[in-house]
């Protein structure tokens, strides 16, 4: 995750989080997610172009998986993409209120990557504190903490492309909660 993102998360999520995020409690409560209906549901399509990250996941969604109630309130904005030297697209999707953003959905199109998913994770899991491999979480994955963030980082091959997402929230929300909002996108990517 490029650093800058994580000053969002610093300063927003402290105040986001310590006014509850829609007012109705003075501290966070984590509660599991709504179970899903038994009804299987229908296989989303894959995106084959990433041109948005707030597209992949809408505020709602965020809310829904975080266990939020009916009277929070969350918003999401698109940050300018990140076009790098080596062709890497990064888009970004900061989710808050009043200014203070306290969680960031991160997605990444690595042109020709495909066949390193192995070592793109060992990469992510040597650069983070406490690094946990995830089973089970795209083609590979790992949770670490930074600072006072934590994060949640997962590739998939798609065609000659290596796809990656990565969910940041505050350190104090469980990697279980953070995968959530992963394991969704990539269900569509």
Not at 22 to 49: D, H, N, Y
Not at 50 to 65: F, K, N, W, Y
Not at 81 to 103: L, P, S, T
Not at 169 to 176: E, F, I, K, R, T
């Amino acid at each position: 995750m490029p650093k800058r993102i994580g000053s969002y998360l610093v300063a927003g999520a402290t105040v986001l989080l310590a006014a509850g995020c829609g007012g109705e409690a003075p501290a966070p409560t984590w509660q599991a997610a709504p179970a899903e209906s038994s009804a299987a549901p229908k296989a989303l399509p894959r995106v084959s172009t990433i041109t948005s990250a707030c597209e992949l996941l809408p505020a709602a969604q965020v809310i829904e998986m975080l266990g939020g109630s009916g009277k929070t309130k969350l918003s999401a904005e698109e940050l300018p993409a990140e076009k790098q030297e080596n062709g890497n697209v990064w888009r970004h999707c900061a989710y808050g209120r009043d200014g203070k953003q306290a969680f960031v959905l991160s997605v990444a199109t690595m042109p020709d990557r495909s066949e390193t998913v192995q070592e793109t994770i060992d990469a992510v899991a040597k650069a983070g504190e406490k690094p946990q491999r995830i089973e089970g979480l795209g083609a590979g994955a790992v949770g670490y903490l930074e600072d006072t963030t934590r994060a949640v980082l997962a590739v998939v091959p798609y065609r000659k492309d290596l796809r990656v997402v990565q969910f940041t929230g505050p350190a104090l929300v469980p990697q279980d909660k953070i995968a959530d909002p992963v394991r969704r996108v990539l269900s569509i990517i």
